[in-house]
């Protein structure tokens, strides 16, 4: 066994041990936690990471309480979230993903998003996937392989787009059966999500949704239709009542902006029993998108900051999808972190770059990371040393013509195909006007890591 291997299999032990000990009483285990962490794992490891915990049970802080709020979820979905997610897919997956990419030479992802079908009971407006048509599914056959080719790789988490997943909830299930290693999160509308699909994620225990929410009643309505606000809160009324994890995904725009980043916004979701919230730019894909919808550089500038508050006073774990590229060093699309999987089954570098080379009907999945278009991702990355610029399709417009050019990728579009030169069109106003504030921000952030980096010498 070489160092590597026994290194990941004192992860896991530590990480089984420690949750073992605090399972039982855990206000009264968790101060104790790091204590018997330090004596599972030498002393260099995640060293920096241990600390921050360590800070976080000694003061007992907003992540402490979120913490405590994992630990009212049901015994058997925790744990195997805690194996799936935490072992499988963070410890030993990423060590696979690296001797894989080291292997093959190009990017292996750490998540695959699919959409298992575009078939969608609602009509959102400005929703990207609503170009896609509502005829179109991956076979429970074909989501199988690529699960299974992912793991290959050392790829354990799995998410579903759409269209609305849960019109495909038996299969879904099955495949949760079929790999009860991976962790499976599913964006949705939750307006399909009953007391018996809450009895099926018990009985699997490695399904997480991902509620698709747009602010209050009049602002979430607005977009997604009368009386879906109403259906979703009554989602997350049986998920809550069945103690199991859920999240939210919203989408910022030039209208909802204060609505989800405002105090009472956030605080409703955290009662509800919501564990995290990701936020999403909104991106003018597809001809028939509404530019108007994409936030000013002084309403994004807001909402930069605005999130930043909240995570260190609110017990949600949020994730902000175009601001927080600096902790993971830009773009993480083109199998980089991820990659997306349309329910054609056109291999896209991300959900929102509608361009692809290969089809996974047709390629494997390392076919596809090896593919023209990948590798363009792959050598041109990160594609700013700004990492409040970090996309090639919004912040650097001219990237993407230029990267579909040249490795000959072909629109995905099914309905109404877009020309990357028109999406340029529409980017190129918005990252002209980003890019002041943008820099601005970024210096700050520079000067603020150099003075803490300077006090702790």
């Given at each position: 066994m070489n160092y590597k291997s026994i290194k990941e299999l004192m992860q896991s032990t530590a990480i089984n041990q420690a949750l073992k000990y605090v399972e039982g009483d855990p206000e009264t285990n968790i101060p104790k936690l790091m204590e018997l962490v330090d004596r599972l794992v030498p002393e260099d490891w995640y060293k920096s990471q241990r600390n921050a915990i360590r800070n976080v049970i000694q003061e007992k802080n907003n992540w402490y309480q979120l913490i405590l709020r994992i630990f009212e979820l049901d015994p058997g979905v925790r744990k195997a979230?805690?194996?799936?997610?935490?072992?499988?897919?963070?410890?030993?997956?990423?060590?696979?993903?690296?001797?894989?990419?080291?292997?093959?030479?190009?990017?292996?992802?750490?998540?695959?998003?699919?959409?298992?079908?575009?078939?969608?009971?609602?009509?959102?407006?400005?929703?990207?996937?609503?170009?896609?048509?509502?005829?179109?599914?991956?076979?429970?056959?074909?989501?199988?392989?690529?699960?299974?080719?992912?793991?290959?790789?050392?790829?354990?988490?799995?998410?579903?787009?759409?269209?609305?997943?849960?019109?495909?909830?038996?299969?879904?299930?099955?495949?949760?059966?079929?790999h009860p290693d991976c962790e499976f999160l599913s964006f949705t509308n939750a307006t399909l999500i009953d007391e018996d699909f809450c009895k099926e994620m018990l009985r699997v225990k490695n399904f997480v949704p991902a509620i698709s929410l747009e602010g209050f009643e009049e602002a979430n309505d607005s977009r997604r239709g009368e009386g879906c606000y109403a259906k979703v809160r009554h989602a997350m009324e049986l998920l809550k009542a069945?103690?199991?994890?859920?999240?939210?995904?919203?989408?910022?725009?030039?209208?909802?902006?204060?609505?989800?980043?405002?105090?009472?916004?956030?605080?409703?979701?955290?009662?509800?029993?919501?564990?995290?919230?990701?936020?999403?730019?909104?991106?003018?894909?597809?001809?028939?998108?509404?530019?108007?919808?994409?936030?000013?550089?002084?309403?994004?500038?807001?909402?930069?900051?605005?999130?930043?508050?909240?995570?260190?006073?609110?017990?949600?774990?949020?994730?902000?999808?175009?601001?927080?590229?600096?902790?993971?060093?830009?773009?993480?699309?083109?199998?980089?972190r991820y990659l997306h999987i349309n329910a054609k089954g056109d291999v896209e570098p991300c959900v929102f770059i509608h361009y692809s080379n290969v089809n996974i009907h047709e390629h494997t999945l390392l076919e596809a990371l090896q593919s023209p278009l990948f590798m363009a991702y792959h050598d041109n990355q990160p594609f700013n040393d700004n990492m409040l610029r970090p996309c090639p399709m919004l912040e650097n417009p001219d990237f993407l013509p230029e990267m579909v050019k040249k490795t000959g990728a072909v629109n995905t579009d099914y309905m109404d195909p877009e020309s990357p030169e028109h999406l340029r069109e529409k980017t190129k106003p918005y990252a002209d006007a980003w890019t002041p504030k943008a820099e601005e921000l970024w210096a700050k952030t520079q000067e603020a890591r150099a003075e803490k980096a300077a006090a702790q010498k």
């Open positions: 979230f805690f194996q799936n997610f935490i072992i499988n897919a963070s410890l030993r997956g990423s060590a696979v993903q690296e001797e894989s990419a080291k292997k093959y030479g190009c990017n292996v992802p750490w998540a695959i998003l699919l959409d298992p079908t575009s078939a969608c009971n609602m009509h959102c407006t400005g929703c990207w996937a609503a170009e896609y048509g509502h005829q179109l599914n991956l076979s429970y056959e074909t989501i199988d392989s690529i699960v299974r080719q992912g793991k290959e790789l050392g790829t354990y988490m799995y998410i579903y787009t759409g269209g609305e997943p849960l019109v495909r909830k038996a299969d879904l299930i099955r495949i949760c059966e079929a069945n103690r199991l994890p859920f999240g939210i995904s919203t989408c910022y725009t030039s209208r909802n902006w204060q609505d989800i980043t405002s105090d009472a916004f956030i605080d409703m979701l955290i009662d509800s029993g919501a564990l995290f919230i990701w936020f999403f730019h909104y991106m003018p894909v597809g001809n028939a998108a509404a530019p108007e919808l994409m936030p000013t550089p002084e309403q994004r500038e807001a909402i930069y900051h605005r999130i930043r508050e909240m995570r260190g006073t609110k017990s949600i774990f949020s994730l902000d999808f175009q601001n927080d590229a600096e902790y993971v060093g830009g773009c993480i699309a083109g199998g980089r």
